[in-house]
């Protein structure tokens, strides 16, 4: 089963199950259509669901830093060495919020609203898992 959107009963559950006063880091696993399926009204130029990924991650930075938030991490998924063999990814990135209120007021802001497109135009299947640090 593929997952590409935020539904709001997950998006509830975060609440529910993040400490409100601790820095969360979201672990992005993502893979890439091999063309970017935009919607009729988005269309764009031709291009691979990794440009269109990152088109998305060049509008996304400003969002993230005027909420405090920073990539700690980015890089390419090489192999699932314990794992479903048919659940590969293109690429990894570690996100790292001051909150969970960081976190909801980007998503929720008209901003990201606007350049989300992109995103769901560039994934076939995705995983955010929100962490926080031991201790």
């Known amino acids: 089963m593929t997952s590409i ?6 998006f509830k559950q975060l609440f529910e199950r ?13 893979r890439f259509r091999d063309v970017a399926a935009y919607a009729a009204e988005r269309q764009q130029p031709q291009r691979t669901g990794a440009e269109a990924y990152a088109a998305y991650s060049r509008a996304v930075l400003p969002l993230l830093k005027g909420v405090g938030a920073r990539v700690v991490w980015n890089g390419k ?5 314990i794992g479903p063999a048919d659940e590969q990814w293109d690429e990894v990135l570690l996100v790292e919020y ?3 209120a960081a976190f909801a007021q980007m998503v ?3 901003e990201y ?4 497109f992109h995103r769901a135009a ?5 995983r955010l898992i929100a962490t926080v640090a031991n201790g």
């Open 5 to 10: 959107d935020l539904t709001p009963e997950r």
């Open 18 to 30: 993040f400490p409100a006063n601790k820095p969360l880091t979201m672990l992005n696993l993502l």
């Open 77 to 81: 998924a090489q192999h699932t060495v």
């Open 98 to 100: 001051p909150s969970v």
């Open 108 to 110: 929720k802001s008209p």
């Open 113 to 116: 609203q606007a350049i989300y």
């Open 122 to 126: 560039a994934l076939l299947d995705s």
